[in-house]
């Protein structure tokens, strides 16, 4: 998407004195393919209406596989030209091109969404947007989500001005090693053949992208399968597609400037290319394994335009495709890419809506900042005689200025948890010290539960379930290199204090805070066992929403809670997890209930025999699009917008009922439910008593969780009332 490599018409055979001028830099730049301008004004378009309206254009986001290919297209006619005229290819001189090109205008948008955001965003939210903003300005944003993703809670993440930026890491990176591939395949092939015969380096370099093809597609559909998230980052599983540019480019210098196929071929070509790559646009969606193999789909798609317009003048699109709005938006596409996702993410906080008024505002402030940014900086950036003075001079500038942007992004973060502890201390106090603060706001005494106004956004630092003081990390217990194992001693000693033990997946996380709240209140030695995905049960669990987890890890971890508990013999197990979000599959195709009732049974008849009483906790709402911390954040003078129906969001899941079939025959087993301190009777919503409910869209934040303390205890003691421990 972002390389703007001039290429004339292919037919023409370039004259050998323009071309080893132009790979000096002197050479005035000839006119852009249209076809391939035309191709870039599909792909932004795709992307950006995809991200306005992703029920609409739901596989829209393949516009970003159609511009890995233009790219690997582009940049391999470019070198490949340079070795044939040169011999060689001058790395200094690419990546300063590359840096003119491409970095002014990235930059300049890094900066103002940063500024946009320190405005207009509450500051309890930076956090997460400034560690993607200094990501993304180094070009590693793509690996900085692929790390985000391994944490449970980043997948109900708000979305951060910075993370479309992935794309362009990737490209950035594809451009860094290219070149040296490229030369390393020529020497390789003049090693062997023991000469210095220039003939051979073509052959050479298509030989080796091949491989680079197979190996990185093999790649993607392996990791695709594995590890979905993580395969749509990573560079390697999108090297194919560079690739497959790059075959098109090698066998375009093959040709010498002669068509690749006869006219009529070239057009029908050119219509199939164009109907696979706006067909993917409409049929695929969130489910489809990209960048797996269906991405072949619009990948070849791309690559049949492109071999289409090695071959021919004029195809039967290119009324269509040569329009001038098609035209204008592929010039500008790289800078409407760029512009276009923090508009969407952050114009919402500074209008307070997100509606269809919103989204168009955002379309056209998009199309007129890309068409500036294209004519003031990307242009300029590319004329600049300063920048073009000295071969150094571009690399010199561009790191100065990255290092510039960083340390604004640096400052920015540092003020971000200066302001996050102050906001989180005082929420704590409140809550701590406060009885109509949080979830005591919906006692009765209090009044209306949502006159008191929000204390503080959602902070970052919110969802650190385990900063709790009095609680420590217990290394000794690892689960699949997981340590699941959190202490909290709030006994002074007492070696008769209750013994409460918290076990699940990150609806137990979640939790922490409100049970050490509990814990300090009375005196308890409490402690967690949680892993985010997996059931605290052994049984056999279907996929989740977490990749790879309930494969590889969750496997371990039921076996080890159930040893866990068994060998050190809690006085109460209370098991939280997320009903709408785990789910058993013991290969019986049975309904949820009783595959359930079956794999709970055995599990906790063992624990109340040996004692323990077992607390099942009934699952929080969530999940409703209005009850988030973005909801929050975007209508602070308008908080009932962020309100639903309880009956609508406030069911019971499988694992409750089941627990409900299993207490009637299970003595020391029961079902807690804390959902009348978080909802009223008739509705739920995002804040109540100045404290927002949500940090995400289906956790507590913790200082809401520390407010539930209180009433966990009442229900822990109520049940061990009922059942005597021991």
Same mark, same amino acid.
């Given at each position: 998407m972002t390389d703007s490599v001039e290429v004339p018409a292919p037919v023409r055979a370039p004259d050998a004195a323009a071309t080893r001028a132009g790979s000096a830099g002197t050479r005035a730049p000839t006119p852009a393919r249209r076809d391939v301008q035309a191709m870039r004004a599909l792909a932004v378009g795709g992307v950006v209406l995809n991200h306005l309206w992703p029920g609409r254009l739901t596989g829209g986001y393949v516009g970003v596989d159609v511009f890995f290919v233009i790219s690997g297209y582009l940049i391999s006619l470019h070198l490949l030209r340079e070795l044939a005229d040169t011999g060689r290819i001058g790395l200094v001189a690419f990546y300063s091109r590359r840096a003119r090109r491409l970095l002014p205008a990235a930059l300049l948008v890094v900066v103002v969404s940063l500024v946009a955001m320190v405005l207009f965003v509450p500051s309890t939210v930076?956090?997460?947007?400034?560690?993607?903003?200094?990501?993304?300005?180094?070009?590693?944003?793509?690996? !900085?989500?692929?790390?985000?993703?391994?944490?449970?809670?980043?997948? *109900?993440?708000?979305?951060?001005?910075? !993370?479309?930026?992935?794309?362009?890491?990737?490209?950035? !990176?594809?451009?860094?090693?290219?070149?040296?591939?490229?030369?390393?395949?020529?020497?390789?092939?003049r090693w062997r053949r023991r000469g210095n015969d220039r003939s051979h380096g073509l052959a050479a370099v298509g030989a080796g992208v091949g491989v680079i093809v197979l190996a990185s597609g093999l790649a993607a559909v392996v990791q695709t399968a594995a590890s979905p998230t993580a395969a749509y980052f990573l560079t390697w599983t999108r090297a194919w597609e560079f690739g497959i540019g790059a075959l098109v480019a090698v066998l375009a210098r093959s040709r010498g400037g002669r068509p690749v196929l006869?006219?009529?071929?070239?057009?029908?070509?050119?219509?199939?290319?164009?109907?696979? &790559?706006?067909?993917? &646009?409409?049929?695929?969606?969130?489910?489809?394994?990209v960048p797996g193999a269906p991405a072949l789909v619009p990948v070849l798609g791309a690559a049949a335009v492109l071999v289409a317009g090695e071959s021919r003048l004029r195809a039967p699109l290119d009324p269509i495709t040569s329009l001038r709005p098609v035209q204008f938006l592929g010039d500008i596409s790289y800078s409407v890419y760029l512009w276009h996702w923090p508009l969407l993410v952050l114009l919402p906080y500074a209008v307070g809506s997100h509606g269809l008024a919103a989204r168009l505002a955002v379309l056209a402030l998009t199309l007129l900042l890309a068409w500036l940014t294209r004519r003031y900086v990307e242009q300029a950036a590319q004329r600049s005689g300063f920048l073009k003075a000295g071969r150094l001079r571009s690399l010199t500038s561009t790191a100065v200025a990255m290092a510039v942007v960083v340390g604004l992004a640096s400052g920015v973060s540092v003020e971000s948890a200066r302001r996050a502890d102050a906001v989180r201390a005082g929420l704590i106090s409140a809550v701590t010290h406060g009885v109509c603060v949080g979830a005591g706001a919906l006692e009765r005494e209090c009044g209306d539960p949502y006159q008191r106004p929000l204390i503080a956004p959602v902070s970052d630092v919110d969802k650190d379930?385990?900063?709790?003081?009095?609680?420590?990390? *217990?290394?000794? &217990?690892?689960?699949?290199?997981?340590?699941?194992?959190?202490?909290?001693?709030?006994?002074?000693?007492?070696?008769?204090?209750?013994?409460?033990?918290?076990?699940?997946?990150?609806?137990? !996380?979640h939790l922490v805070p409100a049970l050490a709240e509990a814990g300090r209140r009375h005196h308890w030695k409490v402690t967690s066992l949680a892993i985010g995905g997996c059931l605290p049960i052994p049984t056999k669990q279907a996929p989740g929403a977490?990749?790879?987890?309930?494969?590889?890890?969750?496997?371990?971890?039921?076996?080890?809670v159930d040893t866990a508990v068994t060998r050190e013999r809690p006085d109460v197990v209370i098991v939280s997890v997320s009903s709408k979000r785990e789910h058993i599959d013991d290969g019986t195709g049975r309904p949820q209930v009783q595959q359930y009732v079956d794999a709970l049974s055995p599990v906790v008849t063992a624990w109340t025999r040996q004692g323990s009483v077992v607390l099942a906790m009934t699952d929080n709402p969530g999940r409703t699009g209005v009850l988030d911390s973005t909801c929050t954040n975007q209508n602070l003078d308008h908080l009932e917008t962020?309100?639903?129906?309880?009956?609508?969001?406030?069911?019971?899941?499988?694992?409750?009922?089941?627990? *409900?079939?299993?207490?009637?025959?299970?003595?020391?087993?029961?079902?807690?439910?804390?959902?009348?301190h978080v909802c009223d009777a008739r509705t739920c919503r995002s804040v109540v008593g100045g404290v927002n409910v949500l940090h995400d869209t289906n956790h507590y934040s913790a200082v809401y969780s520390r407010s539930l303390g209180r009433f966990l205890a009442q229900d822990v003691l109520s049940a061990v009332a009922d059942h005597p421990v021991r």
């Amino acid at each position: 998407m972002t390389d703007s490599v001039e290429v004339p018409a292919p037919v023409r055979a370039p004259d050998a004195a323009a071309t080893r001028a132009g790979s000096a830099g002197t050479r005035a730049p000839t006119p852009a393919r249209r076809d391939v301008q035309a191709m870039r004004a599909l792909a932004v378009g795709g992307v950006v209406l995809n991200h306005l309206w992703p029920g609409r254009l739901t596989g829209g986001y393949v516009g970003v596989d159609v511009f890995f290919v233009i790219s690997g297209y582009l940049i391999s006619l470019h070198l490949l030209r340079e070795l044939a005229d040169t011999g060689r290819i001058g790395l200094v001189a690419f990546y300063s091109r590359r840096a003119r090109r491409l970095l002014p205008a990235a930059l300049l948008v890094v900066v103002v969404s940063l500024v946009a955001m320190v405005l207009f965003v509450p500051s309890t939210v930076w956090d997460r947007n400034v560690g993607e903003a200094i990501a993304s300005t180094l070009y590693v944003e793509n690996f !900085q989500l692929v790390r985000l993703a391994v944490d449970y809670q980043a997948h *109900d993440e708000a979305a951060s001005a910075f !993370q479309h930026y992935w794309s362009l890491s990737v490209e950035e !990176q594809f451009y860094l090693v290219w070149p040296a591939l490229f030369l390393g395949f020529v020497a390789l092939r003049r090693w062997r053949r023991r000469g210095n015969d220039r003939s051979h380096g073509l052959a050479a370099v298509g030989a080796g992208v091949g491989v680079i093809v197979l190996a990185s597609g093999l790649a993607a559909v392996v990791q695709t399968a594995a590890s979905p998230t993580a395969a749509y980052f990573l560079t390697w599983t999108r090297a194919w597609e560079f690739g497959i540019g790059a075959l098109v480019a090698v066998l375009a210098r093959s040709r010498g400037g002669r068509p690749v196929l006869g006219t009529s071929s070239a057009g029908a070509l050119a219509v199939g290319g164009w109907l696979l &790559m706006a067909g993917a &646009m409409v049929v695929f969606d969130g489910r489809t394994a990209v960048p797996g193999a269906p991405a072949l789909v619009p990948v070849l798609g791309a690559a049949a335009v492109l071999v289409a317009g090695e071959s021919r003048l004029r195809a039967p699109l290119d009324p269509i495709t040569s329009l001038r709005p098609v035209q204008f938006l592929g010039d500008i596409s790289y800078s409407v890419y760029l512009w276009h996702w923090p508009l969407l993410v952050l114009l919402p906080y500074a209008v307070g809506s997100h509606g269809l008024a919103a989204r168009l505002a955002v379309l056209a402030l998009t199309l007129l900042l890309a068409w500036l940014t294209r004519r003031y900086v990307e242009q300029a950036a590319q004329r600049s005689g300063f920048l073009k003075a000295g071969r150094l001079r571009s690399l010199t500038s561009t790191a100065v200025a990255m290092a510039v942007v960083v340390g604004l992004a640096s400052g920015v973060s540092v003020e971000s948890a200066r302001r996050a502890d102050a906001v989180r201390a005082g929420l704590i106090s409140a809550v701590t010290h406060g009885v109509c603060v949080g979830a005591g706001a919906l006692e009765r005494e209090c009044g209306d539960p949502y006159q008191r106004p929000l204390i503080a956004p959602v902070s970052d630092v919110d969802k650190d379930f385990h900063n709790v003081a009095g609680c420590r990390d *217990d290394a000794s &217990m690892v689960v699949a290199g997981w340590k699941p194992r959190t202490d909290c001693d709030f006994s002074g000693g007492d070696a008769k204090a209750l013994r409460v033990w918290l076990v699940g997946d990150s609806h137990a !996380q979640h939790l922490v805070p409100a049970l050490a709240e509990a814990g300090r209140r009375h005196h308890w030695k409490v402690t967690s066992l949680a892993i985010g995905g997996c059931l605290p049960i052994p049984t056999k669990q279907a996929p989740g929403a977490i990749e790879g987890r309930s494969e590889d890890v969750c496997p371990h971890f039921g076996p080890a809670v159930d040893t866990a508990v068994t060998r050190e013999r809690p006085d109460v197990v209370i098991v939280s997890v997320s009903s709408k979000r785990e789910h058993i599959d013991d290969g019986t195709g049975r309904p949820q209930v009783q595959q359930y009732v079956d794999a709970l049974s055995p599990v906790v008849t063992a624990w109340t025999r040996q004692g323990s009483v077992v607390l099942a906790m009934t699952d929080n709402p969530g999940r409703t699009g209005v009850l988030d911390s973005t909801c929050t954040n975007q209508n602070l003078d308008h908080l009932e917008t962020c309100s639903v129906a309880r009956s609508s969001v406030v069911r019971l899941g499988a694992f409750e009922r089941a627990t *409900d079939t299993l207490a009637g025959r299970v003595r020391g087993l029961a079902r807690i439910d804390l959902t009348d301190h978080v909802c009223d009777a008739r509705t739920c919503r995002s804040v109540v008593g100045g404290v927002n409910v949500l940090h995400d869209t289906n956790h507590y934040s913790a200082v809401y969780s520390r407010s539930l303390g209180r009433f966990l205890a009442q229900d822990v003691l109520s049940a061990v009332a009922d059942h005597p421990v021991r």
